[in-house]
DNA sequence: CCTAGTTTCAAACGCTTGTTTGTGTCAATC
DNA sequence: GATTGACACAAACAAGCGTTTGAAACTAGG
């Protein structure tokens, strides 16, 4: 959307290939399904299609392929969460409900992972990336927290008989039902016998906002 | 179960260091604490203050190892809870409130991971095992979900009006929240500026006990 | 056509990995 | 006291790892 790779696809007007985001995307998809030490990079550039030196030249180490692909999923993620919370807002004219607080918070999660046909989920990278990251990532995370202070802002204003201390838990509690739209997903199914699936992903975004919305406005 | 180990911990009448028990105890907190492949047998038996031959030894190979270590914790575990669900069952004389149920789900899990002093704690292994596991550890993962569907029972007499399907959404939301207790408290901390913190660890499950109860009792 | 700069590629580098081997040690059995 | 089985240990094994190298293959400007 910025200046690279007009084209999701194979570039018709353009035959380049474009390695760096075909690494990049390989990478965000096996990181997640799976986790950063267990990729080695002969495998993750067999599967984005290019040569294995491809990852050092483009990106320096494989450290460094994590941190990008960390980098580009969290603008983007961060960028679409504003721009919703900014927008319920301004529809509220002030302090929005609740639950829109909370879908800006999850939908664009769900919808950027779902909407760009990357099974690679940003949240399941995100528990590697903290673990397992180098230092330089560490510091990375922590930046990508202070984002997260507008939404403490915003929920602490339309619940303000909330203890400062019970919005910071309830917004952590959220973000555990977020992450359990990315993970374990497998054995929901199994638990219910095929019945619950993750393909209608609106509904079950809608149904986490709401399980999320109920336990926040507690008591 | 076989022959080793009549006491839990290290024995009190015997010097002897139990090597098994020492890896055991090694690999469930560095697997959890990082990732299974990312931990390797000579950092591992270092830690565990044992040969590095010792592991395929008692265990066979590692990927035994993760299974071994996950078997332990899931037997406890579900133990555990099974006793407490009974437990409320018999003191609500039928079907025990939302939040006695979601109170034997969650408490236990937390409770060993504390009680037993261990950091590493057995959802995020759990996370990790499905993922990067063998196989075998993938059986063990379904059996284990078998267990669950007495929780699955249990809540849809307490909520009759709701449909199957919610009931299964929110139960998985629920161990999401529950998953939030053992991941990502760095973060939480860091958030709020050390006003939360997983120090008092009976607070913290009443608290996501809560969130959960209200999440599944909405509308 | 030549040149300069960028990107690709096969091969190899040193190192770490999980695993195996052979020997040594200790305790119990006969 | 010799024998047996279980365990500990250091050393080595092949395989795989991330990374580097140097030379081809390309693109574009003069």
Redesign the pocket.
Known sequence: MTDTAPEGDGGPTDGR?D?KELILDAAERLFAARSYSS?????LTAAAG?????????FG???ALLTAVFKRGAVALNRERARLLREAEERAGGTPPVRDILEALIAPAVRWSVGTGRLALYNQFTAVARTEGPPEMRELLEKDVSHLQRFVLALARALPHLPQEEVYWRLHFSLGVLHSLYTDLSRLETLSGGLCTPEDSEAMTRRAIDFATAGFEAR
Do not use: F, G
């Open positions: 290939p390695t990729v080695s990079l002969r495998e290019v040569n294995l030196a491809a990852v050092n030249y483009h180490s494989k450290d």
